[in-house]
């Protein structure tokens, strides 16, 4: 079992920066791809990016595409996600997810395990 810990969401202005940080327990965290994912009211949950267990892969939804930036750090069993140039469109819970699979999949069928999500807010 694992388990996710999200933390670093809040409110923040556009074109401010959030980095949101995923801590997990285990030790097979380095066996896991990570992805974060986002909801919002009245729309349905939504990939943002994921990273290979290596760190060597990593894709992005076209819509954060160049502003968030997906990394982790296998030594503290920690996945961040660095997002930049906010919009009020990003405003949703970001949860953060880990798949047994190793790869980097976008679909949240794919995915484990999931934290219980941090909310991001960005006023206009």
């Known amino acids: 079992q694992v388990q996710l810990v999200e933390s670093g969401g809040g409110l923040v202005q556009a074109g401010g920066s959030l980095r949101l940080s995923c801590a997990t327990s285990?030790?097979?965290?380095?066996?896991?791809?990570m992805g974060w994912f986002r909801h919002s009211p009245g729309k349905e949950r939504e990939f943002v990016a994921t990273?290979?267990?290596?760190?060597?892969?990593?894709y992005y939804a076209d819509s954060v595409k160049g502003r968030f930036t997906i990394s982790r750090v296998n030594a503290k069993n920690t996945v961040y996600l660095q997002m930049n140039s906010l919009k009020p469109e990003d405003t949703a819970v970001y949860y953060c997810?880990?798949?047994?699979?190793?790869?980097?999949?976008?679909?949240?069928?794919?995915?484990?395990?999931w934290g219980q999500g941090t909310q991001v807010t960005v006023s206009s």
């Open positions: 990273i290979s267990r290596s760190g060597g892969s990593t």
């Open positions: 997810a880990a798949a047994r699979s190793g790869w980097a999949p976008r679909g949240p069928q794919d995915y484990d395990y």
């Open positions: 285990g030790r097979t965290f380095s066996t896991y791809a």
